[in-house]
């Protein structure tokens, strides 16, 4: 384990209230612990972007298929990255709208990539991921 440096860190007073209300419903044992925690889930979220590196998760993409053509425009796009999508579930929400579900299993640039061109295919509501570096 690496040695241990003490820093100060300023907040607004209502963001550091609302974490020691998740701190203690989560019964961490100190406000630092769960500092480092944050810190940790904040760099798995995002530290894959910044490499090449092999990363695993999901793309969760929202949509309405009611679109002209976006179930396809979709599915094409997936087929052109067979490689790092090993997995999709599909979610039908309401009458109009889905959620897929893309597993992703890969170098950080192709699932880039891949969500750029999902992006790309038109009117998607939401498309958000939870990709970890894996190594
Ligand atoms: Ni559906």
């Not at 790092?84 to 579930?89: E, N, T």
């Not at 992703?104 to 640039?109: D, I, L, M, P, Y």
């Not at 699932?111 to 939401?126: D, N």
């Amino acid at each position: 384990m690496s040695k241990t440096i003490k820093t100060g860190v300023s907040f607004p007073e209502d963001l550091l209230r609302s974490f020691d209300k998740v701190i203690e419903e989560l019964g961490i044992e100190s406000r630092s612990k769960a500092i480092q925690e944050a810190i940790r889930a904040f760099i798995s979220m995002n530290a894959w972007r910044l490499s090449d590196e092999e990363v695993a998760g999901v793309l969760l993409v929202h949509y309405s298929h009611e679109e002209h053509k976006i179930d396809e425009k979709l599915i094409d796009v997936q087929h052109e990255f067979l490689d790092i999508i090993p997995s999709m579930m599909h979610l039908h929400l309401s009458g109009s709208d889905c959620l897929q579900i893309i597993a992703v299993k890969g170098k950080a640039s192709r699932v880039k990539k891949l969500a750029q061109k999902l992006r790309e295919t038109g009117k998607i509501k939401q498309l958000s991921h939870l990709v970890l570096p894996v190594y």
